[in-house]
Every structure is written in C-alpha cells, then in structure tokens.
C-alpha cells in the first residue's frame, strides 16, 4: 500500500515517535509499505513519520556507484540510537516532507549507530559520507525535527519565501 507523504507545515511532523516493542507481522507489513511508498514517491530515505506513524522507524535506499537503487542496499532501521558523532560536513539536502526545497546542511561526517532489524536483532554500524548524512537527516523526523531548522537565519528565510511563492502558484492551477 502507498501511504501519503505528510508535508511542512503539517504539526504531525514535529511529534516525537516511540520505540517498537514488537517485532512481529504487522512491523513487517509497515516495513513493506513504506519501501513501497519511498521508491513511489521517488525518495532515497523515509522515516514512520512522514507518513503518520510516530514510530521510530526509517528506510535508507542510496543509489550504489552505478546510479542504481538496489533493494538489497535498503537499510530498515528501527529504534536506533547514535553512539559517536564526529568530524563535519555540508551536503545539500532534501526532504520528501519539504518537495522542491534543497539547501545546504552541516551535519556529522563519521557517526556510530545502533539499530534494530526487522526481526529484533541488533545491529552496530559505522557510517560515513552520504549514509552518516541520510541516517541524521532521517533520524531527526523521529525526534520531530526537519532540515530546514538546521539552516542559518539568512537560508532560512530564503526558505520561507520560496514556500509561500509556491503555495501561491499551487493556489493559480487550482
Ligand atoms: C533524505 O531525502 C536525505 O524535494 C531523503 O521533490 C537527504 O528522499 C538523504 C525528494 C539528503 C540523504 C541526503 C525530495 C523527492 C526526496 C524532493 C529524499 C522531491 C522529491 C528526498
Ligand atoms: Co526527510
């Protein structure tokens, strides 16, 4: 099933999701759904909720070296946990939740996190680069925080005239 992707302002996307306790069939269902709803809606990364569910769930789906987006390079990542952040970087970012918007962003290069897969086992990993990048920029919405808060005043603002510009287009094809 393709879920709709909840877009800012919605105040659902500032709620703070909640540990899975169960690992069973439906989690699996919900896993499906939402690799179905990300590749859909053309997104490399997806947290619950963007689509509602405050759980704290994620998908991570980079292209390889060739440009192509394997299934079997999906991270599903559940409950995680940062451990060690270090050195930084900028990347310019987007957000299914935030379409058409791309900014610059300064996060973490290197971190270490710990997560769970579908079937509760534990997992470490380091990460590096794009991946660091995805897993802080989707590990963010479930504390209910996006992107575009992480922008400087100037950028920011940038942001906030480039959305009203497009609400207002939206409203003249409508
Ligand atoms: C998060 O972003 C991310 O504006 C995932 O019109 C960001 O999937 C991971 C998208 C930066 C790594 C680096 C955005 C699709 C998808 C749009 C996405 C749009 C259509 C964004
Ligand atoms: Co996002």
């Known amino acids: 099933m393709i879920y709709n992707i909840l877009v800012y302002p ?4 500032r709620e703070v999701s909640k540990n899975v306790k169960k690992f069973d069939d439906k989690l699996h269902i919900l896993l499906n759904d939402m690799y179905e709803t990300m590749i859909a809606k053309e997104g490399i990364g ?11 769930i994620l998908l991570i789906n980079l ?31 987007g957000c299914l939740s935030v379409p058409g918007f791309y900014e610059d962003v300064k996060r973490a290069k290197n971190i270490t996190v710990e997560y769970f897969d579908r079937f509760g086992n534990k997992t470490v990993q380091d990460l590096e680069g794009l991946p660091a990048i995805a897993m802080q920029h989707e590990m963010d919405h479930l504390k209910g925080h996006l992107f575009i808060e992480k922008l400087s005043y ?7 005239k480039e959305w009203k510009k497009k609400l207002k287009s939206e409203m003249d094809t409508k």
Do not use: C, W
């Open 154 to 160: 100037l950028k920011r603002k940038k942001f906030e």
């Open 10 to 13: 919605d105040k659902k996307l």
């Open 46 to 56: 997806l947290a619950a909720i963007q689509i509602g569910i405050t759980k704290n």
């Open 63 to 93: 292209a390889d070296d060739d440009g192509m987006q394997k299934k079997e390079d999906m991270l599903e990542v559940i409950n995680p946990k940062i451990t060690h952040l270090d050195g930084s970087e900028i990347y310019q970012e």
